[in-house]
């Protein structure tokens, strides 16, 4: 019993994922397990998120915690820790922003949300909810009502072979 009663200190850095409205219709989608969300990682006061933009370069964003381009906070949920210093996220989220240039997100593939799984599974082992993607996961559902181009999986990066001729 007594044991039941000692608890074990928490060691590392708390990661949230702050979750944002992206639609109105989430007041009612939300409780059907639906919804258009973003999601940032937030960890050691900074919140990061990922975008699209036209540029081969990193899409993903440094912000203040919880002020994503005026959105509603739908929620903000505590993923797990992180053992990793200031210094070694800030070093790895740079490593990370390298796999997701701006150019690469596409809304069923690579989106913000899949930005914040790969995110928190990396600093915690632990994934985000499954609520927050399930729309991407589900596009076979409402993919005829998306523009052209995005239900198209992202085209692959193509693998560049040096060869070193030998005399």
């Known amino acids: ?18 979750v944002y409205d992206l639609m109105p219709v989430n007041r009612y989608a939300y409780w059907f397990g639906l919804g258009f969300y973003h999601s940032g990682v937030q960890v050691y006061g900074v919140e990061y998120a990922f975008g699209g933009s036209d540029s081969s370069k990193p899409g993903v964003v440094k912000l203040e915690p919880r002020h994503f381009q005026g959105l509603h906070v739908r929620k903000s949920i505590l993923i797990g820790r ?12 740079k490593r990370l922003a390298k796999e997701y240039p701006g150019n690469s997100y596409n809304i069923i593939y690579k989106n913000c949300n899949h930005f914040a799984n790969d995110t928190c599974q990396r600093l915690t082992k632990k994934s985000i909810p499954g609520w927050v993607n399930r729309l991407a996961r589900l596009n076979f559902l409402y993919s005829c009502l998306l523009p052209d181009g995005w239900n198209e999986t992202p085209p692959r990066p193509a693998v560049v072979t040096v060869t070193h001729n030998q005399k």
């Open 82 to 93: 992180t053992e990793m210093s200031e210094k070694e996220c800030q070093e790895f989220i």
């Open 1 to 18: 019993m007594l044991c039941g009663m000692i608890r074990k200190k928490k060691t590392g850095t708390p990661v949230y994922i702050n």
